[in-house]
């Protein structure tokens, strides 16, 4: 018996259609990532962190929040990054219960390196749409929720 979708073909689904060009692309930024020994999840969090790189204290909370990435998971991420010598993790200052965050040097070279490996890729990518199509894609994907 075959499927019973609203859709004469696989290829009319939104969902899926998303899917594959998630897959698609997320292999892309592996292939990128490769060089710097990074996983996908490790490069955004180390780029975050660069991102929020500031006078005070970074937590593994606010990196996860800005992230949009599980608290827990975060938690495990950088201690892989720790490992990698990529960030230091210390108590931090005023929040005996937070742990404080900041990029090493090297850590912050690794970031800068691997986002601008990643921005080539992400543009190679897109360039299969016309520059009107992707900045028009980009703005509806900004428009669903996260």
């Not at 999840?41 to 180390?46: D, M």
């Not at 500031?54 to 990435?69: C, K, V």
């Not at 005996?96 to 690794?110: D, E, M, S, V």
Request: net charge neutral.
């Amino acid at each position: 018996m075959p499927l019973q979708s609203e859709h004469a073909d696989p290829s009319a689904s939104t969902g899926l259609m998303l899917w594959r060009v998630t897959n698609a692309w997320q292999r892309h930024i592996r292939a990128a990532l490769t060089p710097f020994d990074l996983t996908h999840v490790q490069f955004v969090l180390l780029a975050c962190m660069a991102w929020m790189a500031g006078p005070g204290p970074i937590t593994q909370r606010a990196l996860a929040e800005q992230a949009g990435t599980d608290v827990m998971m975060t938690s495990q991420v950088v201690r892989a990054l720790e490992a990698k010598g990529l960030l230091v993790r210390a108590a931090h200052p005023t929040d005996r219960r937070a742990i404080a965050l900041r990029l090493t040097p090297t850590g912050a070279r690794r970031a800068d390196e691997a986002n601008t490996a990643v921005e080539a890729a992400d543009a190679a990518y897109f360039a299969a749409l016309p520059a009107g199509l992707q900045a028009h894609f980009l703005g509806a994907l900004q428009q669903l929720p996260h």
